[in-house]
């Protein structure tokens, strides 16, 4: 598996030494000559990040903005459903970096190592002392194999993926592809998790695919969560719930995947509502869905919750000590689903936050907790769950989105990737907020 990703790492690499050559001289990693004082930095290079960067420049020029970030790739995850089913490549889901960092704003090519909010100062691993007036979080989330029994190493063996990494998502794909007779167990983890409703994606198209191969009739499709329901709106839960049915998958609620024994193709589920209980399942494929939690730069930092998470106003995402700090997307406490559209439709409330707060006014823009999840049901439909802080639907287009859509689809696996990469990323989309008004006659 080594000389598998250092093959892929390479070949995602190959098309970015050019640009890394040619515009070095603006996206500089640092050094002992780099400026040391900007008046935004950015921690985090995600989607967040990026997108806060493009839309802090435009505001304050690009020479005051720096984004603290060490990887030398960035990923569109969202893609990462298809890829472990065979739709789309692991290539198509990355670009370099230096692609993506806004022209002319600092990056700095390092890791985060300590934040003192106290001094508005943050330090990297390669050094850098850096001084803000402002600070944006934008760190993501961490995933937490290693708190299964057994993994990542049970990864080494067959017939075992997860979409959540760059490592393991191809190893999905194979593992279907492979697939002969037997169970085929897709896991939801007892921690909050960046798209909810991406463990369930896997399963479905997984559930297309042996159709179509003709394997269905010889597998056990099995869906075991940590959560009491199947999905946290109801409305969109109760048409997932009759395509389970209709599809003859199985579903056990409350079952936390504690234990992978790869070498003997067992996974071991303890029960949440019986403490002490669990219960062995044999598996011909196992799909996990990692715990997750805060980055870990957090802890001891003062910016966090008694969680860990950064701890945020909800409608204004400014934080609630430190006023010129500020946050966005997969490290927040903030009560909605992580995913790239809650990121978008955050970053236009965040821009007004921090403008009104650099004027010293009051932040008069509040975010709802809009979130929207492509919930695929096969190769070609899709669920469109979009909703807010209260569970509430809060639907974009005038049809009823809990029905599966093949227009949806499209949407998800065509539009959302050019969107993702020549809107959110530049900053010029915040959300369908506005769309969704027109498209409700102004009663949305």
Known sequence: MAAALTSQAALLRRGSRVFFSVNCHVHSSGGVTSKEHYKIVVLGG????ITMGARMKRKIGAENVAIVEPSEMHYYQPIWTLVGAGAKIITSSGRPTASVIPPGVKWVKSRVMNIDPKNNTVFTDSGHKISYDYLIVALGLQLHYEKIKGLPEGFEHPKIGSNYSLQTVEKTWTALQNFKEGNAIFSFPNTPVKCAGAPQKIMYLSDAFLRKTGKRSKANIIYNTSLPVLFGVKKYADALWEIVKSRHIDVNLRHNLIEVRADRREAVFEDLDRPGESKVFEYEMLHVTPPMGPPAVLKGSSLEDHAGWLDVNKHTLQHNKYANVFGIGDCT????????????????????TITKVMKKDKP???YDG????PLVTSYNTVILAEFDYNGQPLETFPVDQSKESRIMYHMKADIMPHLYWHGLLKGLWGGPGPYRKLMHLGMK
Do not use: F, H, M, W
Request: aromatic share 4%; proline share 3%.
């Open 364 to 366: 008069d823009k509040e």
């Open 333 to 352: 406490n903030l009560p909605t689903s992580k995913t790239a559209a809650a990121v978008a439709a955050q970053s236009s409330v965040l821009q007004r």
């Open 46 to 49: 995600g989607s967040g990040g």
């Open 370 to 373: 809009y979130t929207s999840c």
